[in-house]
């Protein structure tokens, strides 16, 4: 049984940083895709960051909305990954959700994601 659980979430001021936790059982991180989603109120879940892994080694992909800000990372020995939030503004506040593929070279999106977290609240304050 594989489960997801996000921490880190809270509420940060503009302009400031802040770091989510994925921690994953039941699958290792090394051999799953993985990544974030966020969910704002009124608006349909959208892809945030994600790595998948080929036969080059990990390779990652970000939302344009995001790029140069946050980044992804993983520590397989704790099966745990992370999203560095960095520069957040107003538009960052959301639920932010893990997800996980047991196809670990697919390219994540909310409908190739198999399992997901219950999600972490992340409100960005002016």
């Known amino acids: 049984q594989v489960q997801l659980v996000e921490s880190g979430g809270g509420t940060v001021q503009d302009g400031g940083s802040l770091r989510l936790s994925c921690a994953a059982s039941?699958?290792?991180?090394?051999?799953?895709?993985m990544g974030w989603f966020r969910q704002a109120p009124g608006k349909e879940r959208e892809f945030v960051a994600a790595?998948?892994?080929?036969?080059?080694?990990?390779?990652?992909r970000y939302a344009d909305s995001v790029k140069g800000r946050f980044t992804i990372s993983t520590d397989n020995a704790k099966s745990t990954v992370y999203l560095q939030m960095n520069s957040v503004k107003a538009a960052d506040t959301a639920v932010y959700y893990c997800?996980?593929?047991?196809?670990?070279?697919?390219?994540?999106?909310?409908?190739?994601?198999?399992?997901w977290g219950q999600g972490t609240p992340v409100t960005v304050s002016s």
């Open positions: 997800a996980l593929s047991e196809q670990s070279g697919v390219v994540l999106t909310t409908t190739t994601a198999d399992y």
């Open positions: 039941g699958r290792t991180v090394s051999n799953s895709a």
């Open positions: 790595f998948r892994w080929t036969y080059y080694g990990i390779s990652t």
